[in-house]
């Protein structure tokens, strides 16, 4: 078990050091070399590794047994932080190739309308960005409280991208992915108010 933690210590070190490299060089390859990149690939890093984040807790909480999956849920940080890193790259490519155009295009109706669900993919966008940011101890020290309501913007991230994806795209991957979140979650969060109601009786 001592190695199996220590592997996912090494793991979790090596996530956030290709977020970083990744922040440091991927919006310039993609602005100024678009096709030595394929950039189906790191979306669909991106919502994998999105996908684990939503699912590795509740499934610890489901499974409290296995013991497993209970260590996995230090790499939910690591993981959460790859795939942000990878939608804010693609932000940061769009400003480096015109950023006049980009912030302009932030204040209009256009931008946040329904027309094609650009809101649920802009609110997942900023959703990355904010978690990107917080995504470490001095934010967790600086919001205090406020820190795990500002992480529970994943959902909006989450929910925000596959939908938008799925009725825009039809990529019915991401209706199996929303289903698969969603259920485990909610089963989570039952068993969990059992457990509080029943340490509540017994107390």
């Known amino acids: 078990m001592r190695t199996y933690l220590t592997f996912i210590r090494i793991s979790q070190t090596v996530l956030l050091a290709i977020s970083i490299a990744m922040l440091l060089v991927l919006p310039a390859i993609l602005a100024f070399w678009p096709d030595s990149v394929n950039q189906n690939l790191l979306y669909t890093l991106a919502h994998v590794s999105l996908l684990l984040v939503m699912t590795i807790r509740p499934l610890a909480d489901l499974l409290p047994g296995l013991k497993v999956i209970r260590p ?7 993981m959460g932080v790859f795939s942000a890193s990878i939608i804010v790259s693609f ?8 950023y006049s155009a980009y912030f302009s295009s932030l204040a209009t109706t256009a931008y946040w309308s329904l027309d094609k669900l650009a ?3 802009h609110l997942a966008d900023i959703s990355a960005v ?3 940011i ?3 101890n001095l934010s967790k020290r600086i ?3 406020w820190w795990k309501r500002v992480q529970r913007l994943s959902y909006v991230y989450f929910y925000g991208s596959t939908i938008y994806l799925m009725i825009t795209y039809q990529d019915m991957l991401m209706l199996i992915y929303l289903t698969v979140v969603t259920l485990l979650t909610a089963l989570a969060y039952e068993m969990n108010q059992a457990r509080r109601e029943e340490k509540a009786i017994a107390a």
Do not use: E, W, Y
């Not at 996995?72 to 690591?78: N, S």
């Not at 932000?91 to 015109?98: F, V």
């Open 72 to 78: 996995l849920v230090i790499l939910r940080k690591g």
């Open 91 to 98: 932000i940061m490519t769009k400003i480096i190739i015109d």
């Open 119 to 121: 809101l649920l993919a």
């Open 130 to 132: 904010l978690l990107l």
């Open 134 to 136: 917080t995504s470490n």
């Open 143 to 145: 919001l205090g409280a």
